[in-house]
């Protein structure tokens, strides 16, 4: 298993997390314990461990597998590295056009893009051919791509098929309300936006994470392919900020969270009315801020 795949790199890092709550001294489960675990083989499992016992980390002699130390910040592989190669092509592309300034109607050449990127040539080309579908950028007869922009207009149809979709999902997730494995997770939402909230001021920037899971629980109440990939597109323009002003980001992410925190305790209370129009001012506020909040090409 080669150490540049981003695979054996999550895992990696999921089996140090495991095993910094085992602590010293614990003994880890089995290879085929571990790769249901992870889902993944088990020639995986057996080149993370080989890693671990190479730095310290554990001591792997046979069967026995023993945690000599608990792992440290350092010895993690960065969230970057762990990417796929789509998703880095996805951020990669995304800070580029978001970023760069680029004027719609500016050419992109897929061999440039592979130069910038440090990406494959086919996984840039996978990506462009993917992304195309969402009419930002599009291929000419003469093979080059061209951008044609996030424009006010753009993100205006955006928002509208998103507005659709999050109350058709919302309306299917309170047609199944109350369960118990629903009220557990909206108990849990609620503790962890009210978490967020406290120490807001210093951790505002993890609130994109946070905001993502929350719309989340409600789409998947549709099971529908087509709104899946929707959101692709919904999860790299509403989620990346490279353009938006940065003065009040803290702000904009409090609002944001006290509005989710309104439309969780509704449901809560088994008020699914006050839930919906509570859903309602968000998608309205997350409208104008977004209107707001970008610069327009």
């Avoid at 087509?226 to 900020?241: A, G, P, Q, R, T």
Wanted: proline residues 3%; charged residues 30%.
């Amino acid at each position: 298993m080669s150490r540049t795949n981003s695979v054996y790199k999550d895992t990696y890092n999921s089996c140090l997390d495991f095993i910094k709550k085992l602590g010293a001294n614990a003994s880890l489960p089995p290879e085929t314990v571990l790769a249901k675990k992870w889902d993944i083989s088990r020639t995986t499992v057996r080149s993370v461990l080989e890693h671990l016992d190479e730095v310290g980390i554990i001591s792997w002699q046979g069967r026995q597998k023993t945690v000599l130390r608990r792992p440290r910040k350092g010895d993690y592989f960065s969230a970057e590295e762990t990417k796929s190669a789509g998703k880095r092509v996805e951020t990669a592309f995304m800070e580029y056009v978001l970023g760069g300034d680029l004027a719609p109607g500016t050419i992109l050449r897929e061999a440039e893009l592979v130069r910038e990127f440090g990406i494959s040539t086919s996984s840039v080309r996978e990506f462009l051919i993917r992304f195309s579908r969402f009419g930002l950028i599009e291929k000419k007869p003469n093979r080059h791509w061209v951008l044609n922009g996030f424009t006010r207009d753009f993100a205006a149809e955006l928002f509208d098929v998103r507005e659709m979709f999050e109350l058709r999902a919302f309306r299917a997730y309170c047609g199944g309300w109350p369960s118990p494995t629903e009220k557990q997770t909206m108990t849990t939402l609620e503790q962890e936006h009210l978490d967020i909230l406290a120490r807001i001021n210093d951790d505002y920037l993890e609130f994109p994470a946070l905001d993502e899971k929350f719309h989340r629980v409600f789409r998947g109440a549709l099971s529908n392919r087509f709104v899946d990939d929707f959101y692709e597109l919904i999860s790299l323009i509403f989620h990346f900020h490279y353009r938006w002003k940065k003065t009040d980001e803290r702000e904009r992410n409090e609002v944001a969270a006290r509005e989710h925190l309104a439309v969780i305790q509704a449901l809560l209370a088994d008020d699914t009315n006050a839930a919906r129009a509570a859903l309602e001012l968000h998608l309205e506020s997350a409208r104008r801020t977004l209107m707001n909040s970008v610069t327009w090409d």
